[in-house]
């Protein structure tokens, strides 16, 4: 399961654009930093490769298999 | 700390048999073994003249004492080992000269910052730049004290025999330790190559200051005067900054308050220091207006001026301050007061001189000599009778 | 508002009370007085903290209270401590037997303050330097250097190739983001020839160092470099790098959006990934390429294995020989000199 961490996203977008099977998208609503986080589109498509969680330059997404 | 890797009482046995009998050894040799018998675990070094002789005493005998000693690549290089060994446990120094003490300023300040006790020796030569490299000179003097960027105090010692290069190394790592603060041992390169006797104690009977280690709770940046350390290794998440920190040692560089805390405190530390750490041979005789003061090498003309002036009847006080920084002032100020002349022969154009004019009240006579050759006792004698009576 | 009008105070006054809300607080006479982090660094750093049902495995390596970094948005950096923290926890390190040792600059803050260790944060391009001495008089401590390159290829090269050539135990990371990032983005010594920057605002007229290939020729047993795009690859080789005896060297090749970018019109970080992407090629494949075909190109993966022998291990067998000769020369009689504290060298 992919989990965001609001609180320490900086809205960069790098594991929005690198994602391989294009699992995120940006939302449309600032957190209380004032950045546009990733909201997870396509949550079946994703693999568990974790990219986006070793890309991330906050530690804000992050999987966890449940 | 790692004060002695000595299981077997090696080092003790080793030092005892240097102990007890009469050496013949040049100042920079006895300042090398009074830093062994001091501790000393890390030398980190560059060659230069006149400190080389220091830097080889010093590979030849730390692997004795299983300590290290380790030729940098430049003297940027030496300080910065030097602060990083202290921190990891050493009890750490290193030696140069006028144009290598230049070098190291920054990491001093970062030393004086961060609080690290560690001890510089500069052998100080003919300046400025690189000036007359085989000849003494005083004149790294106010570099000692002010070398360093921004507000910040030091601590310095002046030997002026290659017994007091031996005695007062100890001194400097147990001052270096007791008020966690780099410390200057302004030798000069004439006290440097002096071959004179030396006799070294009976390694059982020097006390070393230990290290205090902070206990669980205690802030090692602040909390006290003098913060205990706490060293790498022992799991204290110990964080160690040249920038403006907390008493915790994490960095904050924007509240004023915490600045203006910091460094009153590391100036504090050695101000509040200073009569403790105040050491002058004071050779004062009753009824004299005229005194002579003198340091290093310089003390010893000055002396045998004085002793030639009382020979033929004048009354001299002779001064002759161990502690350069912080400024014994006090002491001096005292011991000045009833004369009406001072007379302050050095091999610099009249660095501690002017220090001396702010705390005393007498006319204040500088006898700077500079070109690498030290003041005779006659030149200093006729000094001394200029001024009549 | 145009630039002359925004700098007379007049106008500036007008201007400012009229978009102001007319509650706006009074100017606060203890500006500067108050510690904005006070409480917040205390030792239980995840307390009151909540961050869910869910919470990021590497966070008690963190100091989390400080969280999110104060690097750009989008700063490699981010990236570096997110790949060291995660090859620390897969080697299962305790970082109470580490020390990271940085110096001056954005790189420079990449473990100190967020990574939870001794840290020795030093002067401008002395990282290396500190931290010979650290490793010298504490061999079983892990000692890790992390820098930018104005500070280690800069300032600092001196004692970069020097520990290179001494071959001792660090491991040293240099975060090349090709910038003086810190100070604005000034030019430095891996800035591609030709690029924009704030002292080479029409072009830059030197050519950079491939600052993995000068070390590797200084010496040193293990020379990689990898950028923050291959964030799987570095972290493996930041495990194998850390574990290696000897001086162990990673060229961390990052995105600087802000001081790198403004300039060289890349300040969107995803385009310089993109870019780090498109022109990386890895070492097998650049093999046989000229130095012509590889203009450009970011060669990545490992440059040099060696395992030649460390330096603090000839430290410490010279103190052996000589506690031993001394033994014998003071005591004929006793029993040898015990060997020195529990250091397991080759």
Same mark, same amino acid.
């Given at each position: 399961?992919?989990?965001?961490?609001?609180?320490?996203?900086?809205?960069?977008?790098?594991?929005?654009?690198?994602?391989?099977?294009?699992?995120?998208?940006?939302?449309?609503?600032?957190?209380?930093?004032?950045?546009?986080?990733?909201?997870?589109?396509?949550?079946?498509?994703?693999?568990?490769?974790?990219?986006?969680?070793?890309?991330?330059?906050?530690?804000?997404?992050?999987?966890?298999?449940? | 700390?790692?004060?002695?890797?000595? !299981?077997?009482?090696?080092?003790?046995?080793?030092?005892?048999?240097?102990?007890?009998? =009469?050496?013949?050894? *040049?100042?920079?040799?006895?300042?090398?073994?009074?830093?062994?018998?001091?501790?000393?675990?890390?030398?980190?070094? /560059?060659?230069?003249?006149?400190?080389?002789?220091?830097?080889?005493?010093?590979?030849?005998?730390?692997?004795?004492?299983?300590?290290?000693?380790?030729?940098?690549?430049?003297?940027?290089?030496?300080?910065?080992?030097?602060?990083?060994?202290?921190?990891?446990?050493?009890?750490?120094?290193?030696?140069?000269?006028?144009?290598?003490?230049?070098?190291?300023?920054?990491?001093? &300040? /970062?030393?004086?910052?961060?609080?690290?006790?560690?001890?510089?020796?500069?052998?100080?030569?003919?300046?400025?730049?690189?000036?007359?490299? @085989?000849?003494?000179? *005083?004149?790294?003097?106010?570099?000692?004290?002010?070398?360093?960027? &921004?507000? $910040?105090?030091?601590?310095?010692?002046?030997? !002026?025999?290659?017994?007091?290069?031996?005695?007062?190394?100890?001194?400097?790592?147990?001052?270096?330790?007791?008020?966690?603060?780099?410390?200057?041992?302004?030798?000069?390169?004439?006290? &440097? $190559?002096?071959?004179?006797?030396?006799?070294?104690?009976?390694?059982?009977?020097?006390?070393?200051?230990?290290?205090?280690?902070?206990?669980?709770?205690? @802030?090692?940046?602040?909390?006290?005067?003098?913060?205990?350390?706490?060293?790498?290794? $022992?799991?204290?998440?110990?964080?160690?900054?040249?920038?403006?920190? =907390?008493?915790?040692?994490?960095?904050?560089?924007?509240? *004023?308050?915490? $600045?203006?805390?910091?460094?009153?405190?590391?100036?504090? +530390?050695?101000?509040?220091?200073?009569?403790?750490?105040?050491?002058?041979?004071?050779?004062?005789?009753?009824?004299?207006?005229?005194?002579?003061?003198?340091?290093?090498?310089?003390?010893?003309?000055? +002396? &045998?001026?004085?002793?030639?002036?009382?020979?033929?009847?004048?009354?001299?006080?002779?001064?002759?301050?161990?502690?350069?920084?912080?400024?014994?002032?006090?002491?001096?100020?005292?011991?000045?007061?009833?004369?009406?002349?001072?007379?302050?022969?050095?091999?610099?154009?009249?660095?501690?001189?002017?220090?001396?004019?702010?705390?005393?009240?007498?006319?204040?006579?500088?006898?700077? +000599?500079?070109?690498?050759?030290?003041?005779?006792?006659?030149?200093?004698?006729?000094?001394? *009778?200029?001024?009549?009576? | 508002?145009?630039?002359?009008?925004?700098?007379?105070?007049?106008?500036?006054?007008?201007?400012?009370?009229?978009?102001?809300?007319? #509650?706006?607080?009074?100017?606060?006479?203890?500006?500067?007085?108050?510690?904005?982090?006070?409480?917040?660094?205390?030792?239980?750093?995840?307390?009151?903290?909540?961050?869910?049902?869910?919470?990021?495995?590497?966070?008690?390596?963190?100091?989390?209270?400080?969280?999110?970094?104060?690097?750009?948005?989008?700063?490699?950096?981010?990236?570096?401590?997110?790949?060291?923290?995660?090859?620390? #926890?897969?080697?299962?390190? #305790?970082?109470?037997?580490?020390?990271?040792?940085?110096?001056?600059?954005?790189?420079?803050?990449?473990?100190?303050?967020?990574?939870?260790?001794?840290?020795?944060?030093?002067?401008?391009?002395?990282?290396?330097?500190?931290?010979?001495?650290?490793?010298?008089?504490?061999?079983?401590?892990?000692?890790?250097?992390?820098?930018?390159?104005?500070?280690?290829?800069?300032?600092?090269?001196?004692?970069?190739?020097?520990?290179?050539?001494?071959?001792?135990?660090?491991?040293?990371?240099?975060?090349?983001?090709?910038?003086?990032?810190?100070?604005?983005?000034?030019?430095?010594?891996?800035?591609?020839?030709?690029?924009?920057?704030?002292?080479?605002?029409?072009?830059?007229?030197?050519?950079?160092?491939?600052?993995?290939?000068?070390?590797?020729?200084?010496?040193?047993?293990?020379?990689?470099?990898?950028?923050?795009?291959?964030?799987?690859?570095?972290?493996?080789?930041?495990?194998?790098?850390?574990?290696?005896?000897?001086?162990?060297?990673?060229?961390?090749?990052?995105?600087?959006?802000?001081?790198?970018?403004?300039?060289?019109?890349?300040?969107?970080?995803?385009?310089?990934?993109?870019?780090?992407? #498109?022109?990386?090629?890895?070492?097998?494949?650049?093999?046989?390429?000229?130095?012509?075909?590889?203009?450009?190109?970011?060669?990545?993966?490992?440059?040099?294995?060696?395992?030649?022998?460390?330096?603090?291990?000839?430290?410490?067998?010279?103190?052996?020989?000589?506690?031993?000769?001394?033994?014998?020369?003071?005591?004929?009689?006793?029993?040898?000199?015990?060997?020195?504290?529990?250091?397991?060298?080759?």
């Amino acid at each position: 399961m992919i989990h965001i961490d609001e609180d320490l996203c900086k809205g960069c977008r790098i594991c929005t654009v690198f994602c391989p099977t294009h699992v995120l998208e940006e939302s449309t609503a600032i957190n209380r930093l004032g950045y546009y986080v990733p909201l997870v589109k396509r949550e079946e498509a994703c693999h568990g490769c974790r990219l986006c969680e070793l890309l991330c330059p906050e530690f804000a997404i992050f999987i966890k298999h449940e | 700390m790692i004060q002695s890797r000595d !299981s077997a009482g090696l080092r003790t046995r080793y030092l005892a048999r240097l102990a007890g009998r =009469k050496h013949f050894i *040049q100042g920079d040799e006895a300042a090398a073994l009074g830093a062994i018998y001091a501790g000393c675990s890390f030398f980190g070094g /560059y060659p230069i003249t006149p400190a080389s002789e220091i830097a080889e005493v010093m590979a030849r005998e730390l692997p004795n004492t299983d300590g290290y000693y380790v030729q940098f690549e430049d003297e940027l290089a030496s300080i910065s080992a030097v602060i990083g060994a202290a921190w990891a446990g050493a009890r750490a120094m290193t030696a140069t000269s006028g144009p290598g003490f230049s070098l190291m300023q920054e990491n001093i &300040g /970062y030393a004086c910052m961060t609080e690290t006790p560690c001890v510089i020796v500069d052998v100080q030569r003919s300046g400025p730049s690189t000036g007359q490299a @085989t000849l003494p000179a *005083q004149g790294d003097v106010m570099q000692a004290r002010w070398g360093t960027h &921004g507000d $910040h105090e030091i601590i310095a010692l002046a030997p !002026s025999s290659a017994q007091e290069c031996a005695d007062l190394m100890i001194d400097c790592f147990n001052l270096a330790e007791e008020y966690r603060t780099p410390v200057i041992f302004l030798m000069d390169g004439e006290i &440097g $190559h002096l071959r004179e006797q030396v006799v070294f104690p009976d390694p059982d009977t020097v006390t070393l200051t230990p290290r205090r280690q902070a206990a669980p709770g205690e @802030t090692v940046f602040g909390g006290q005067t003098v913060p205990p350390m706490l060293e790498f290794g $022992h799991g204290g998440y110990v964080h160690v900054t040249g920038s403006t920190h =907390k008493e915790d040692g994490m960095r904050d560089v924007q509240t *004023q308050a915490v $600045h203006d805390r910091l460094v009153r405190r590391l100036v504090a +530390k050695i101000e509040t220091a200073r009569d403790r750490v105040a050491r002058v041979d004071l050779d004062a005789q009753e009824g004299a207006e005229i005194g002579v003061l003198a340091y290093g090498a310089t003390a010893r003309p000055a +002396k &045998g001026a004085v002793l030639r002036a009382r020979a033929a009847g004048r009354r001299v006080t002779f001064i002759r301050p161990v502690t350069i920084w912080p400024f014994p002032h006090r002491q001096i100020g005292a011991a000045c007061r009833s004369l009406r002349r001072l007379i302050v022969p050095e091999m610099n154009l009249g660095q501690l001189a002017r220090e001396v004019e702010r705390f005393v009240t007498c006319e204040v006579v500088p006898l700077g +000599k500079i070109g690498g050759v030290i003041h005779s006792s006659s030149e200093i004698l006729a000094a001394i *009778q200029e001024g009549g009576r | 508002m145009s630039l002359r009008e925004l700098n007379d105070p007049e106008y500036f006054d007008a201007w400012a009370a009229a978009v102001a809300p007319a #509650d706006r607080p009074p100017p606060d006479p203890e500006y500067g007085t108050r510690d904005p982090l006070a409480g917040l660094l205390d030792a239980d750093l995840t307390a009151g903290v909540d961050t869910g049902p869910a919470q990021h495995r590497l966070l008690p390596y963190l100091r989390r209270a400080i969280l999110p970094t104060t690097f750009c948005v989008g700063c490699g950096g981010g990236t570096v401590l997110n790949a060291f923290t995660h090859a620390v #926890d897969e080697m299962g390190l #305790d970082p109470r037997q580490m020390v990271c040792v940085t110096g001056i600059g954005c790189s420079s803050w990449i473990p100190s303050p967020y990574f939870l260790c001794d840290t020795l944060h030093t002067t401008h391009g002395r990282a290396v330097a500190f931290a010979n001495g650290v490793k010298i008089m504490r061999p079983d401590l892990k000692v890790i250097v992390i820098a930018g390159d104005g500070d280690l290829a800069g300032i600092g090269g001196n004692h970069l190739i020097h520990a290179a050539r001494r071959n001792i135990d660090l491991a040293v990371f240099l975060v090349n983001n090709f910038i003086y990032g810190m100070t604005g983005g000034q030019v430095s010594p891996t800035t591609p020839f030709g690029v924009r920057t704030t002292t080479t605002p029409y072009r830059n007229v030197e050519h950079p160092f491939r600052i993995a290939d000068v070390v590797a020729a200084a010496g040193g047993n293990y020379v990689a470099r990898w950028t923050t795009y291959h964030p799987f690859q570095l972290m493996e080789s930041m495990q194998h790098a850390i574990a290696k005896k000897g001086f162990s060297f990673i060229e961390i090749v990052s995105q600087c959006p802000v001081s790198y970018g403004k300039m060289t019109n890349m300040s969107d970080p995803v385009r310089i990934l993109e870019y780090f992407r #498109d022109v990386a090629i890895h070492v097998e494949a650049a093999r046989g390429m000229s130095e012509d075909e590889l203009e450009g190109r970011i060669v990545v993966g490992k440059l040099v294995e060696r395992d030649r022998r460390e330096f603090g291990a000839g430290l410490r067998e010279l103190n052996r020989e000589r506690r031993e000769a001394l033994g014998a020369e003071l005591a004929p009689d006793a029993a040898p000199e015990a060997a020195g504290e529990g250091v397991e060298d080759r």
